[in-house]
């Protein structure tokens, strides 16, 4: 269940649902999904669906994680970019594999923990990881090119608009446990336009760390 064709045929639903990306594709076709879950679970890594991870939290539906990576590389080239919410990792090797750096900051030390094992075991040398708390951003390394949230604040983080390049882009879901939906921050000098694209479900973004 981890073969090439499993993986072949995961993409090509993505490609069903609407992703172009070619590189972002041939990227996701080879990245060893199965290593980001638990072993148990890891027959059913490339289904198109979230697999929980442990302490309340996901790995993200491959199709999200395709999307959002997508629209962020849309138009200009990303080389530094900033990820809130680590987690098992996965999104993060997604992309190292098309941007020149990532920075991920994860506020649960236990997944952060596992996730630079796995980067290291697959000698992904182009990410950087904080543990600290994702409200923050990452300011020592500001500004980004893109930033990606992997999970949802009830509104944006005023620190991560902050962080963000002139040119840049935020891709990040918005709202409470009701109802969530996938927004664009485009940052033009010093305005912001945002753009609300599907509506989404993702754990929520806390303060603090654990």
Excluded at 5 to 14: F, P
Excluded at 30 to 50: G, Q
Excluded at 176 to 194: A, C, K, N, P, Y
């Amino acid at each position: 269940m981890t073969s090439q064709r499993t993986r072949d045929r995961l993409i090509r639903r993505l490609k069903e649902r609407g992703i172009r990306h070619v590189e972002l594709l041939k990227v996701m076709s080879e990245i060893p999904r199965h290593l980001f879950v638990d072993e148990a679970l890891a027959s059913r890594a490339y289904e198109d669906t979230a697999l929980p991870i442990g302490h309340s939290q996901t790995i993200s539906q491959p199709y999200i994680v395709a999307k959002m990576t997508e629209v962020l590389l849309e138009g200009i080239h990303k080389k530094k970019v900033l990820e809130i919410g680590t987690g098992s990792g996965y999104q993060t090797a997604v992309l190292s594999r098309l941007v020149e750096r990532v920075y991920s900051v994860e506020r649960i030390e236990p997944l952060q923990n596992q996730a630079r094992e796995r980067f290291y075991q697959l000698k992904y040398n182009n990410i950087r990881l904080k543990y600290s708390d994702g409200t923050w951003g990452w300011q020592d390394n500001a500004p980004y090119d893109g930033i990606i949230v992997t999970c949802a604040p009830e509104q944006i983080p005023e620190s991560l608009l902050k962080q963000l390049a002139p040119g840049g882009r935020l891709v990040i879901p918005v709202g409470g446990s009701q109802r969530q939906s996938l927004r664009v921050i485009d940052r033009t000098g010093t305005t912001f336009e945002e753009t609300v694209l599907d509506d989404v479900i993702f754990v929520p973004l806390l303060s603090g760390q654990e």
